[in-house]
């Protein structure tokens, strides 16, 4: 069974943590954390504990763990991005995370190296899903879309045919995204929003229709 580290914690790490377990392929031998202490035991029911900090990721590296990366900017995406940027895991290190219950045409679509696909997750044919990207649960992607590398689908998530996704983008839980935007990297998009309008890079964008609330540096 292959060893598999978390880089992360509680939320998107303990729901990467479930489906690894329930794939079967994987050995969840604990998380990179670098907020909660070494030794703390992480969940409210299964408990998997802390073993290090990010900066011990090259020990695990040479001693051919397989890794999945569970953060989530939220608060700034382009700085979360830079972070996992520099831990230089190999892809063939990475883990993809699938539930069985995903629903895609598999050779009408290309996914990457360390994606998540939560429960009942859906994509359409001509769809591409770049490294590291996190679809949560019951989102869907639409036909001829692109999803740069860590951009984020929180639950319900819409993302319509032809639109273009950026690096590290939050697309927040019940959002809909129209077909043929383009949403800049690093951009955050908020819960319930309907994005009827091209989102700028590092924006965060609110409402219905949504607009702009602020664009980070």
């Known amino acids: 069974m292959k060893k598999l580290i978390i880089l992360g914690g509680s939320g998107i790490g303990m729901i990467a943590a479930s489906i690894a377990d329930e794939l079967g392929d994987y050995e969840v031998c604990g998380f990179l954390n670098d907020v909660v202490p070494v030794g703390t035991q992480i969940g409210k029911y299964k408990k998997i504990e802390v073993v290090g900090k990010t900066e011990d990721i090259e020990y695990y590296i040479k001693q051919g763990y ?36 995903a629903q895609f045409p598999k050779e009408y679509c290309k996914i990457g190296n360390g994606v ?58 019940n959002s809909t995204i129209r077909e043929k935007i383009k949403i800049g990297n690093y951009a955050l998009i908020g819960a319930g929003s309907m994005v009827l309008k091209d989102v700028p890079e590092n924006s965060v964008v609110v409402g219905n229709p949504s607009r702009i609330l602020e664009v980070r540096e």
């Open 66 to 101: 397989y890794f999945f990366i569970a953060y989530v900017g939220l608060q700034n995406e382009k700085a979360t991005f830079k972070k996992i940027e520099r831990l230089e895991i190999p892809n063939d290190q990475f883990a993809s995370l699938i539930h069985p219950t």
């Open 116 to 173: 998540l696909m939560a429960p009942l997750v859906q994509l359409s044919p001509d769809t591409t899903i770049s490294d590291n990207c996190i679809l949560l649960a019951n989102s869907f992607v639409g036909h001829d879309t692109f999803l740069d590398k860590f951009a984020h689908v929180a639950t319900n998530g819409v993302v319509g045919a032809n639109v273009y996704g950026g690096k590290a983008i939050h697309i927040g839980s």
